[in-house]
Structure formats: structure tokens, C-alpha cells
């Protein structure tokens, strides 16, 4: 074991922390609302996460829950109605949507002062202009992993192997925007291992289970495992990433567990991007504790 643990969960923990303390010194209390639609067992116990991190700091949190069989313009009018409720700083639509619904469209109806989950085209066109835009939680969350053992990233190379809205193109963007040489890899890069072997930051947001082997990983690397994958091993369900951990830590300098690492970071960003949009709304200044 050659590899520093980098524990997402510890970091995590401080960052809500720093979190409650920002939402104490707001006017009024932050507000949450995650709209749930639909049973997926995942999305119940993801949401029933947020609700209590929410409450936990502090948070006015409430969540909608709609049927599955929820027609288009009824999930967009909760939305909207949302959207024109004064006491709600942050809204966020759970992911995926039942089948049929149009996800983007639901998306659209969120304003852009209240997207915690930075997945409006508004957000996503300040992140490319270097704006001060709501950030997407899990690349928010990987950047300051990143950054807590690496915090220059300049003449550095970093690798995101995926290029996912949700994930790979604003991580390759936040890293890009921190100096690194960013190239970002993908199913139809020719000799993935090549190319993953020059990365001193190496992000993998995939979600194909153990994609990336230590052959594949530059000795002495940061390794960011943004993968949340469910598999059976020996009759028993367990989450493994993106890379194959056990080995990947003999050459890596640093790496992410999972679970226990990039997860845990995502719901303490979208707690943070909260604090911010209601301290904005608000009219008051940031909290220098959840700045930056
Ligand atoms: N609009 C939207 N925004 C999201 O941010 C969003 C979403 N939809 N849909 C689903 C995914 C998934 N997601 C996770 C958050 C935390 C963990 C997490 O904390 N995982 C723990 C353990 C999980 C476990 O034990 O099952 C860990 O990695 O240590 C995982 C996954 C947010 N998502």
C-alpha cells in the first residue's frame, strides 16, 4: 500500500460543518427542495440522505415526492411553482426521471439563482465563461479533494476519463479553469492506458466497474474514483468504483475510496451551493467560511 487514502467522508464532514456555520449567519434559513418523482429505490435512499445532511445543517429542507406516472406539465408546475416560492434558495430535481418524461425540459424550469445541482443551460454556459454560476456538486466536490493534496495545479497534467454532462465536462472545465493541461478520455480513445498513464490528476467517471487498473496509472498519481458501481461478488451486493482499488493504491500517491470518497463530497457541495444561492437571494455577502 503505497497510496494516501484521501477520506471523502472525513472531508465531507468538515465541509457541512463549514456549511452550518454559513447557514446560521443568514437572515433567515436556507432552503431546500428536492423534487422526487417516482420509486426508484436508489433515488429514495439518495433523497433520504439530502433531507437529513439538510436538516442536520440547519436547513429548511422539503422534499415533493409525485407519482411515477406523473405527466410532463405537472412535474414542470411543481417546478415552476418552486421556482416562485420565496422561502426556497435551491431546488433540486432528482435524476434520472421516470421513463417518458423529458428531463431537460423539467431542468429548463428551474431558475438559475436557485440551480444547487448547476444542471441548467445557464449554469453550465457560466461554468464555461468563467462565471460565478452555481457549480455541479460531484465535480465541486472532486475539485476540492483535488485540491486538498494538490493545491497547484499548474504544469500539471490531469486526465478525466468520461465526459458525461453531469460529471466529466465540467470537471475537465474546473480543472482547465485551475491551470491543469486537461485532456479528457472516453470510449472511443484509442489506448485509454497511454493516456491515462500521463496524468498526475487522474478523474474516472464512468461507471464501468474497475475500468482502470494500476498499469494504467502514472506511480505516485492522484487518483479521483467518481464511480458508484453495484456488483455481486461472492453472493454479496458491494459498491466498487470506477478503478480497481486494491491495486491501484500499490502505485498511486493518492486515491479515493468507494464508498467514502467522492460521494459523500457531492451532498456536502449541494449543501454549500444552497448556502450560497440563499445568501445571495438574500442579498447578504457570502460567508467567508463557504467562499471559494
Ligand atoms: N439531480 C441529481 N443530483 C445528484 O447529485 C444526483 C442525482 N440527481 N441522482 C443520483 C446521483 C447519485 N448521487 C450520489 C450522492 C451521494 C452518494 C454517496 O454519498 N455515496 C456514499 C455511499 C453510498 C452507499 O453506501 O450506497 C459513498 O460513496 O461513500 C452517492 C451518490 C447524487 N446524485
Known sequence: MGAQLIDGKAAA??????????AAMLPRKPGLAVVLVGDDAASQVYVASKEKAAAKAGFEGRVH????DSSQNAVEEVVRSLGADDAVDGILVQLPLPKGLNEDAVIACIPTEKDVDGLTAASAGQLVLGGEGLVPCTPQGSMLLIRDELPDLSGKTAVVVGRSILVGKPLALLLLEKNATVTVAHSRTKDLGAVCREADVLCVAVGRPELVTKDMIK?????????????ERGGESKLVGDVAFDEAK?????????????GPMTIACLLRNTVVASARRQGVAVPEVVAD
Open 219 to 231: 506511480p505516485g498519481a492522484i487518483v479521483i474514483d467518481v464511480g458508484i458501481n453495484r456488483v
Open 65 to 68: 415526492r409525485l407519482p411515477a
Open 250 to 262: 500499490e502505485v498511486a500517491g493518492a486515491i479515493t475510496p468507494v464508498p467514502g470518497g467522492v
Open 13 to 22: 464532514a468538515r465541509l457541512r460543518a463549514d456549511v452550518a456555520e454559513a
